[in-house]
Structure formats: structure tokens, C-alpha cells
């Protein structure tokens, strides 16, 4: 077994990796060449192989950046993952569909770099006119005379120049206009992926990490395409420059160019890991000081009422100053960095100032050639020193696209299988047979569960906290499947029906009546979006949101706020239910819908919606049994997740069991004052 370059298996037969070619390749270029380019190729392919070795070895032994490690082994689970099959389709479209684009993208970078450096080889020579007073080799091509000469040299510099900034316009907006296409791309690509996640995975997964990959990753990715291949490429140009002038110009001393090449590639690759962990603990610092912000602002009650400011304060200030001296470190550093670059960069250009100029002296290398050499390695070295830079976002980009593949692993819910269903057609007769069904790691929630839920008629769900009401619901959504036994709809088992058409049948109000940031009116009509003003109020009236609605200044389009937080949690919940009635579905479960709403308004409700469910199946679990004492029929639920009675409210009190004493409780409560 050979071993590859990054210490990874390599089989026998496999193709050679690229460095063993290009050894080849350099080998058959050394023994072609002549006596002369020996010595120049060999100093070139040494500082080439020592620059190549020097990256492999950071690369190898530093892995990605510190942060970056952290959040995809602990925070991403596996990081191992395959190439899932949605994954490698889009990047395969992706790859397809930009390549032509990229490909011009490169040859603009390659075309700027060489402009650009163009320029500063025609200052250099316009120097030796004004010094000398003429160019030879101008004059040999018959433009005699030193003004002349000055003329056509910054005549040629300032198209020169004009080109340069052209090609570097127009290769930096393809490069970030590809990188923003391809952010977006995948954005939009993945996002839809996302939703589609079982229900069980998107709880497991938590939202900022989510919201992490699809916001900062993929940014990360854009902005790798947009200006490291620019740069790579640009970089690649500038030493194709540099080797090429220096061995057919000056291959004496092509060593004192290529000598300082490795030692900045050096430097910049040490300078970049050590700089990323003293840029991570300032990084940390600042997060907790942000932290700490947010938290006392957010509890600015808290901290008033115990009187806490001053120790609020101190300990703002003590992370304030860590924050300082982290920040003075980091300035610190990065200062002796450029010191320590533009050092190197002086001595090189000094060495060959003194090499090539001995040699222009002696009479063995022309000035003019020396005067343009010189800036070659000023060049490539400044383009060097973002070396470590792109090494560290090529490591950032690549544990992103981990990320990004790992969320294409999650397994999805179907989209377009199973028999359609008509909304018109749909009775509304729900069977569950013998369910059982446990959340992953835990006991089962519910077991052998059976409960009819007969059409046209509604139904209550009470029971302990924890006794699995709200499973029920999710079992009949199917954002979750039971283990053992049957759901059905109609006589259908809702697993052999296409999903968004059950989900439209099915209206579910959610124990958090969440809202968007938008206007009561957007939220009412989140689902139904075509639905008109007079629809949108008929609703509201329904759920008993209507005249709150109208009192508040902007009516039907007051701004909720970030969820919602600008009403209360009464209003909330009637603008939830508000918008379940305007799907108007065949079946509807209000999920502890009115927990928040006072009693005389939720007895409104309870009278609007009697009207409203003629015909329908209506399921209402609850807490508070008033909330379902008129119900068609009664479950309660023990803590096993097993039914423990049913029957009407006066069968159930009849009985004198467990909602008799629930019932016994309740009644002694006080009721609660009339909700905003
Ligand atoms: N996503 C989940 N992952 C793991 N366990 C869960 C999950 N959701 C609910 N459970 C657990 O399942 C059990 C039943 O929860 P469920 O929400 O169905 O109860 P409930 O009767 O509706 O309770 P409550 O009246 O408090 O709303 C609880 O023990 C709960 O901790």
C-alpha cells in the first residue's frame, strides 16, 4: 500500500498524485535543457519543492483553523460523512454550469496580473532612460533618443495601466459575481432540502446551527470563489512571470530570486496558524462580552428590580478590558508580521541589487534587463504573503462544505408520493388502531393506543401533562410515524397519502401559536396567501381576533414584531387560530389553542367554532376541561399514554373517575381576569 501526500492510502494502480508528475515532468525539463538553464532549473524546482513541502506540511499538521474544527466534529456529529446523492447532483450541476464562466474568470486574472506587472517592468526601464540617457536596445530598434524613448515607454505604461485596470475590473466582478451565483445557488438549493427534513431530525438539529450552515457557511463558500482562485491564479501568473524572466534573462542569479520564496510561504503559513488562534480567543472574548450584553439589557427588569447595575457594570467592564488586551495581542501581532515581510521583501530586493548589479557593471547582464528583473520578486513576493490567508480559507471553505454535505445526508420527507386526496372529498373519519410510538431514546409515549374520531363531530383530548396529547396530533399530521399499528384517514392509512394534501386537510393549531414577522393581516393569510381582506376578517371575527385587531392603530396591518412579541399571548394564539379557520380544512386540531385566552372570550370562540365545525371533524385538546365539555365525545389520557376513560362530560362525571377529580380540581380554580 503506497501512502498518498496527506498521509492517505493510495492503491497500487492508482493515477500518481500531481507532485509525482510534475517531478517527472521537471526531471525530463533537466536533462533537455542545456548546461546553462541546469543550475537556474534546479535552484527553481528546489525553492518549488521546498514551497510545495512547506504547505503540505502546515496543511497536514494544522488541520482546519481551530473554530472551525470545533463546529464541525462536536457541534456537526459525524465528520465522516458520504456523498449524499442530492449533494453530489448539485454540486455536479453547479460544477457543469460554471465552468465557462470560471474558465473566463481565469483567463481575465491571468491577463490583469500580467498587465499589472507589465507596468512596473516599464517603470523600471524608464528609470534606466532618465539615468543612463537612452535605452540600447531601444535605440537598436531604431526609437533613438532619450525623450523619445521616455515617451513611448509611459505612453506603452499608461495603456499598460488602463488594461490593467480594465482586466482586473472586469476578472474581479466575474470572480465575486460567481461567488455571489454560487452562494445563492446553493442557498436556495439547500434551504428547500431543510424544510423538508423529518420533523424528528429538524428537532434533533438545532435552529442556529441550521441557520449556521445556510447563512455563514455558505457565505464562506461564495467568498472563497469569489477571490481565492482570483488571487491563486494571479499568484500562479506572477511566478510564471518571475521563473520565466530570470531563466531566459538572467539564469546566473535566478537563485537570489527563488531563494526568499519558500521563506515566505513559510512565514505566512506560520504566521496564519498562529494568528487564527490568537484571533479565535480575541474572537471568544468579544462573544462573551456580547453575551453578557444582551443578557443584562434583555433582563433589564431583573437587574433594576434587585438593584444590579453596579455589579452589571463591573462585570461588563472586567470582559470589556479582556476584550482590550486581547485586541492589543492581536494588533501586536499582526504588526511584526508586515515588519517581518517587508524586512525579507527589502533583503531580497537588496541581494539582487547587489547580484545583478555587480553582474550589469561587469558588463554581463544588460541594464535594461536588470532594471525590469528587479521587480519580479517584488511582486510575487507581496502576492506570497497571502499564502497562509488562503490556505486558511481553503481549510474554512472545506469543513463548510462538510456541513453542507452532512444537512444533504438528513433523511427528508416524500414529496409528491402516495394517493392525492381531495380536500371536498375527505369526510374526516380518523381511526388510530393499536399505536404505539416512542420519540428516539425514549420510553414509549404512547402504547396500544386506539381512538376513533368520528366525522362531523368534535372531540376533546385531556389528560396529565407529559401523557402524549399533542403526540396524537403528530401522529395524525405524520410528522411522525407510529411504530406499531395503523393511523387512518377515511379508511386510509395517512402514510399511503401524499403528504402536503393531508397536511391541507388536516388544520393543526399548535400549543406555540407562532407568528412571522410581517402584519396581522400576512399572518392570518400564511398558508391561505390568495385569500382576500373580507375572508382574512370573516376569520378573525371567528376566532374573536377581530375587534382587538381594529382597535389597534394600523388595524390589519400592524407589525407583529420579530414573533410576535408585540402582542400578547391571548392575541397571539387568536391570530393562530384566526388563520387555521381560513384554510378551512375537513378536519381541524386545536392543540391547547386558547390556553392563553381568557374564559368569557374563549367561550365566544368555543360558540363561533360550534357553528364552524358543522361537518367537520374537530379535535381539541386541553388542559382546562371547560375548554372541552360540549365536545361530542371526551379521551382522557393517562401518564402511560394509554386512554383511561371516554365518554361525554356528564358520562365521564357519571363515572366518577379520573376527570371526575380532574373536574373536581378545575372548578375550584379562580378564573383568570379577561386577556388583552
Ligand atoms: N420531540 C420530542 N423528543 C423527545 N421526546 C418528546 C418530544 N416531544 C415530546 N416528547 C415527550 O413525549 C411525552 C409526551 O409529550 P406530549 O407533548 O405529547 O405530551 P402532552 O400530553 O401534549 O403534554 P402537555 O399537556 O404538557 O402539552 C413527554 O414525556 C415529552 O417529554
Not at 537556474?40 to 503540505?56: C, E, F, K, N
Not at 480567543?281 to 453596579?310: H, P, Q, Y
Not at 517581518?340 to 548589479?357: D, E, P, Q, R, W
Request: glycine content about 10%; overall charge neutral; charged content about 20%.
Amino acid at each position: 500500500m503506497l501512502r498518498g501526500p496527506a498521509g492517505a492510502a493510495r492503491r497500487p494502480g492508482e493515477a500518481p498524485p500531481g507532485d509525482m508528475l510534475l517531478a517527472a515532468a521537471a526531471t525530463a525539463g533537466l536533462l533537455l535543457s542545456g548546461r546553462r538553464l541546469r543550475g537556474p532549473l534546479l535552484s527553481l524546482g528546489a525553492a518549488a519543492a521546498a514551497t510545495t513541502v512547506l504547505v503540505r506540511r502546515a496543511w497536514r499538521t494544522t488541520g482546519p483553523p481551530a473554530d472551525v474544527a470545533r463546529v464541525s466534529e462536536s457541534e456537526v456529529g459525524r465528520p465522516e460523512v458520504g456523498e449524499p446523492e442530492a449533494w453530489a447532483r448539485h454540486r455536479a450541476e453547479l460544477t457543469h454550469r460554471h465552468r465557462g464562466r470560471a474558465a473566463r474568470a481565469t483567463t481575465l486574472s491571468v491577463g490583469s496580473q500580467v498587465a499589472d506587472t507589465s507596468l512596473y517592468l516599464l517603470f523600471g526601464w524608464a528609470s534606466v532612460v532618465v539615468f543612463r540617457g537612452e535605452s540600447p536596445a531601444l535605440t537598436a530598434r531604431g526609437l533613438a533618443g532619450a525623450p523619445r524613448q521616455l515617451g513611448a515607454i509611459i505612453g506603452v505604461a499608461a495603456v499598460a495601466r488602463a488594461m490593467a485596470a480594465t482586466l482586473s475590473y472586469r476578472a474581479d466582478t466575474a470572480w465575486r459575481a460567481l461567488g455571489q451565483d454560487v452562494q445563492h445557488e446553493m442557498r436556495t438549493e439547500l434551504y428547500p432540502h431543510v424544510q423538508r427534513l423529518q420533523p424528528g431530525r429538524l428537532e434533533e438539529e438545532r435552529v442556529s446551527r441550521l441557520a449556521g450552515v445556510l447563512s455563514g457557511d455558505i457565505d464562506q463558500v461564495g467568498s472563497f470563489v469569489a477571490t481565492v482562485p482570483h488571487e491563486a491564479v494571479q499568484l500562479a501568473t506572477c511566478l510564471a512571470m518571475m521563473a520565466g524572466g530570470y531563466l531566459v534573462g538572467a539564469p546566473d542569479i535566478a537563485w537570489i530570486a527563488f531563494l526568499p520564496l519558500p521563506l515566505i510561504a513559510w512565514i505566512s503559513l506560520r504566521h496564519q496558524q498562529r494568528s487564527s488562534s490568537v484571533y479565535a480567543a480575541g474572537g471568544e472574548d468579544r462573544a462573551r462580552l456580547n453575551g453578557r450584553l444582551i443578557n443584562s439589557l434583555e433582563a433589564s427588569a431583573t437587574v433594576k428590580s434587585f438593584c444590579g447595575e453596579e455589579h452589571e457594570a463591573g462585570r461588563v467592564s472586567e470582559l470589556s478590558h479582556a476584550v482590550r488586551l486581547s485586541g492589543t495581542a492581536t494588533d501586536r501581532f499582526t504588526a511584526g508580521y508586515s515588519q517581518t515581510v517587508l524586512s525579507i521583501t527589502a533583503t531580497s530586493f537588496l541581494a539582487n541589487l547587489l547580484a545583478g548589479g555587480r553582474k550589469a557593471i561587469g558588463g554581463t547582464l544588460s541594464l535594461d534587463l536588470f532594471s525590469v528583473l528587479n521587480v519580479l520578486p517584488q511582486q510575487t513576493i507581496f502576492k506570497l504573503t497571502a499564502l497562509g490567508v488562503t490556505i486558511d480559507q481553503l481549510q474554512r471553505t472545506q469543513a463548510a462544505l462538510h456541513r453542507v454535505k452532512y444537512l444533504y445526508s438528513l433523511p427528508t420527507e416524500p414529496v409528491g408520493e402516495g394517493r392525492p386526496l381531495q380536500a371536498g372529498q375527505v369526510t374526516g373519519d380518523i381511526t388510530l388502531q393499536h399505536v404505539t410510538f416512542a420519540y428516539p431514546g425514549r420510553p414509549h409515549t404512547v402504547a396500544d393506543l386506539s381512538m376513533h374520531f368520528t366525522p362531523g363531530t368534535s372531540t376533546g383530548i385531556v389528560g396529565a401533562t407529559g401523557a402524549g396529547k399533542s403526540t396524537v396530533a403528530k401522529l395524525l399530521t405524520r410528522f411522525y410515524a407510529p411504530r406499531t399499528g395503523r393511523v387512518l384517514l377515511d379508511g386510509e392509512e395517512v402514510r399511503e397519502l401524499d403528504l402536503a394534501d393531508l397536511r391541507r386537510v388536516v388544520g393543526y393549531v399548535s400549543q406555540d401559536a407562532f407568528l412571522f414577522d410581517g402584519t396581522i393581516a400576512d399572518n392570518i393569510r400564511y398558508g391561505t396567501f390568495d385569500a382576500d381582506r373580507e375572508a382574512v376578517i370573516r376569520s378573525a371575527r371567528l376566532a374573536q381576533a377581530h375587534t382587538f385587531v381594529e382597535a389597534l392603530p394600523q388595524g390589519y396591518e400592524t407589525p407583529v414584531g420579530e414573533r410576535g412579541l408585540a402582542l400578547s399571548g391571548g392575541q397571539r394564539q387568536r391570530l393562530a387560530l384566526a388563520r387555521a379557520l381560513l384554510k378551512d380544512p375537513p378536519v381541524l386540531i386545536l392543540d391547547e389553542a386558547t390556553s392563553a385566552v381568557d374564559n368569557e372570550t374563549e367561550a365566544a370562540i368555543q360558540q363561533a367554532l360550534r357553528h364552524y365545525s358543522t361537518g367537520r371533524t374537530l379535535i381539541t385538546i386541553a388542559h382546562r376541561l371547560p375548554t372541552v365539555r360540549n365536545a361530542d365525545r371526551i379521551y382522557v389520557m393517562n401518564e402511560g399514554g394509554r386512554i383511561a376513560e371516554t365518554g361525554t362530560h356528564e358520562e365521564l362525571l357519571a363515572s366518577e373517575g379520573l376527570y371526575t377529580s380532574l373536574w373536581a380540581l378545575q372548578i375550584q380554580d379562580t378564573p383568570r381576569p379577561p386577556s388583552r
